[in-house]
């Protein structure tokens, strides 16, 4: 990262000077970004993070502040609107390349977790689809594989890491509309299909997705449900 291993100014000022500087610079660094959308627990936090001796003590903070459960989307977007907001004021170069190294390792920090909240989600879902059917749904009574279904989901929101039903819910949601897109496209090749055997294929697809659109609703709604 930049800010900690190429300026030479960082390079020269011993360990005790560069966190007396630092803090200084934080402080510089809250006058030039009053933006009013930043919370001032956000803006706190960053100037946390700022307080480092290096790159590598900003990342084991950044990891600490995302297993405490602190690094939001809110987060990263006060690191970034305080770097720029440095930058367009004319900071010292060195304190905007700080600023920018915190939003770096906030932002990828952040989107490593989004992506396993997304996989884990994905995870779940595909296996709590193979222990119920779209048929099982149509009883009028709750069947008994859909009530295991409900169980597995309650114990895995229960869980202390395991898949929350705001991130199932949210998941399934986002999955929705790119099946309408792409039963769009479906429909389309069936309107242009050549033979009966192609038409057949094509029908039994769409009655195989219309299943999982059921299952994929219906666990979506008993997550935002619980």
């Known amino acids: 990262m930049s800010g900690w291993t190429s300026s030479p100014a960082i390079k020269t000022v011993s360990r005790a000077s560069q966190r007396s500087r630092q803090i200084g610079d934080a402080r510089a660094m809250t006058r030039a970004a009053s933006v009013e959308d930043v919370p001032p627990e956000d803006l706190a936090l ?13 990342g084991e903070k950044v ?9 939001t989307k809110g987060v990263v977007d006060a690191a970034r609107v305080i770097a720029e907001a440095n930058r367009a004021s004319g900071q010292d170069e060195d ?6 190294d915190v939003h770096e390792t906030l932002r990828r920090k952040f989107e490593e977790m989004a992506a396993t909240t997304v996989k884990g989600a994905l995870t779940f879902a595909q296996e709590l689809m193979t222990h119920f059917t779209a048929e099982d749904l149509e009883e009028v ?10 169980l597995m989901m ?8 395991g898949v929350s039903k705001e991130a199932l819910a949210k998941y399934l ?35 195989q997705r219309t299943k999982e659109r059921m299952q994929i609703e ?3 709604d008993c997550a935002a449900r619980m």
């Open 46 to 58: 960053v100037v946390e993070l700022l307080d480092s001796e290096s790159g590598e003590e900003l």
């Open 63 to 71: 990891d600490l502040v995302a297993k405490n459960g602190l690094l």
């Open 95 to 100: 304190v905007v390349a700080l600023l920018e």
């Open 141 to 150: 009574d709750a069947s008994v594989a859909v009530k295991k279904v409900q």
């Open 154 to 161: 309650r114990e895995e929101f229960e869980k202390e890491n």
């Open 173 to 207: 949601d986002e999955v929705l509309p790119v099946m309408d897109q792409q039963d769009s496209r479906i429909q389309g090749s069936l309107e242009t299909a050549e033979t009966a055997e192609q038409k057949a294929q094509i029908v039994q697809m769409m009655m």
């Open 218 to 220: 219906f666990i979506r």
